[in-house]
């Protein structure tokens, strides 16, 4: 199965700075010259809520505050800047192989 | 717009089965992948398996092939899970989440508002 260990596993950001999120992947993710990593947020009590698909594509609706980067094994996720609304736990996924697997999960916190 | 509607909560017996549903609507249902995700308290996401609601064809987690059945009603556009021989292990938020495509590298575009299943005696 491939592992994607997201780091780091909690970080607290000021209002209106950068927040960063690692997601590395136990081997390549890449086929057919694209990048099958994608990010969630999941609030409290809510189910996950897709984010950027294939690496780098904003999904429908959401915030050009949000940013994904990376190829092969390694990946971010950008929230530039962040708002009091981001604060939520943050999941990487890959879609390359089966099984699907999820990153452990980064929670974003406001300082 | 999509909706994916799941009961809130089932309370089942250790040993006993249960079988949660996924009704689907403001889509055609047999032309996206059907996935179910396990959340456990303060943990993270296991995707359990997927199912093509056009003929049923099934893909699973080996974690899981032998705790969960995935199928469907096609004339309801609804999907279910059955999960067997369930212990404390097996308590949990269960979701489903569709699929954007029917490719095999897709990714979850919506998601249902989860059923928490709580094994207890």
């Known amino acids: 199965d491939i592992v994607l260990t997201q780091s780091p596993a909690s970080l607290a950001v000021s209002l209106g700075q950068r927040a960063t999120i690692s997601c590395r992947a136990s081997?390549?993710?890449?086929?057919?010259?694209?990048?099958?990593i994608h990010w969630y947020q999941q609030k409290p009590g809510q189910p996950p809520k897709l984010l950027i698909y294939?690496?780098?594509n904003l999904e429908s609706g959401i915030p050009a505050r949000f940013s994904g980067s990376g190829s092969r094994t390694d990946f971010t996720l950008t929230i530039n800047p962040v708002e009091a609304d981001d604060v939520a736990t943050y999941y990487c996924q890959q879609s390359n192989e089966d099984p699907w697997t999820f990153g452990g999960g980064t929670k974003l916190e406001i300082k | 717009q999509v909706q994916l509607q799941q009961p809130g909560a089932e309370l089942v017996r250790p040993g006993a089965s249960v079988k949660l549903s996924c009704k689907a609507s403001?889509?055609?249902?047999?032309?996206?992948?059907m996935n179910w995700v396990k959340q456990r308290p303060e943990q993270g996401l296991e995707w359990i398996g997927r199912i093509d609601p056009y003929d049923s064809e099934t893909h699973y987690n080996q974690k899981f092939k032998d705790k969960a059945i995935l199928t469907v009603d096609k004339s309801s556009s609804t999907a279910y899970m059955q999960l067997s021989s369930l212990t404390s292990e097996d308590s949990a938020v269960y979701y489903c989440?569709?699929?954007?495509?029917?490719?095999?590298?897709?990714?979850?575009?919506?998601w249902g508002q989860g059923t928490l299943v709580t094994v207890s005696a």
């Open positions: 989440a569709r699929s954007n495509s029917m490719i095999t590298t897709s990714w979850f575009a919506y």
């Open positions: 294939r690496a780098s």
């Open positions: 081997e390549s993710v890449d086929s057919y010259g694209n990048s099958f």
């Open positions: 403001g889509y055609t249902f047999t032309s996206y992948w």
